[in-house]
């Protein structure tokens, strides 16, 4: 286990983007590197970029669902991007499924899981909330609502993506093992390869706030690769990929979902802060319960947090070193940094 002080010495800065900049206030998120007045927090260095549509659409008068919805567009669409939407990795049986969760600070919740042939999960997410009177439709009948919402069908299955699910096929061991998902990739990529380390980590959870402390979140993923066909991770459940409270504050979480869900971690997170906690502290607790509660059963598993409080501060805290996160302050200046983590490898 890791001090608090050597947890704070090995918070790192990675880069710092300026977006344009219709408010005013970079100078007092530099001097805190980064870490408070955030508008738009999300997970992993990609995470930029989302930011970077998110605050647009709030700069341009969006309200805080357009602009999580926005951000968690863009690496939905990016085929470059292997755990979210167009280009995701398969589950075992080769079919690319999303999971998909947008919640605002008022009730509003929208969720599909194992969602199918449709780019933009986290939009049929929003129409969920929006337009039915339920908050999560999943499989068949999340995907027949895309369609019937005119949403258009696109095989989601690159042959990239293709090209890596066969070469596991290769070695694949069809039993309900954790993390199996993340071994026997392709030589080239297996060596970087740990269950939400530097090949696995593109699932995006995006928080924003307004000036006013309101407060809105999504969270989008094609989940793990070569799960179980059916399998859903902790993305698209409220109060374990996403939770988000008025007046108290929102979290999101990566990883291994299956030990997110495990402790409902987001809710969790949510309810530290409730209780008095700050952000970074929430994102501490919910960690070292997860490590505390699982013991050997997480060794080599990677799973993140971030938090983000009505006033813009940031909690941010892993198991394993090499979660990153981006933040934008309203001056749409963004900053990626890196979480302190648990355990060193
Ligand atoms: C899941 N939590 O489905 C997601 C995967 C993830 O970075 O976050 N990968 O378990």
Redesign the pocket.
Known sequence: MTSRRSLLASLGTIGTFSLAAPFSKAAAAAATGGRSGAVVLS??DFGAAANAAAFARLAAGGSLIDAVEAGAMVPEADPANH?VGYSGYPDRDGHVTL?AVIMDDAGGVGAVAALEDTVHAISVARRVMERTPHTFLVGEGATRFARDQGFPQQSLLTPESEKAWREWLKTAKYQPEANSEVRGLTPARTPARTP?GAL????I?LLARTADGRMAGACT?S??AF?MRGR????PQVGS?LYVEAGVGGAT??????E?TRVAGSARVVASMRGGATAQQACEEVVRHIAKLRGDAIRGV?VGFLALDPRGNVGAFCLLPGFTYAVTNAAGRTTVLKAASLFKA
């Open positions: 997970t992993w755990s999971d939400g696995d980590h593109d699932t959870g993923t989940g793990m799960k859903v991770g902790d993305s990929g979480s990566t990883g291994l979902g299956e997110v990677q």
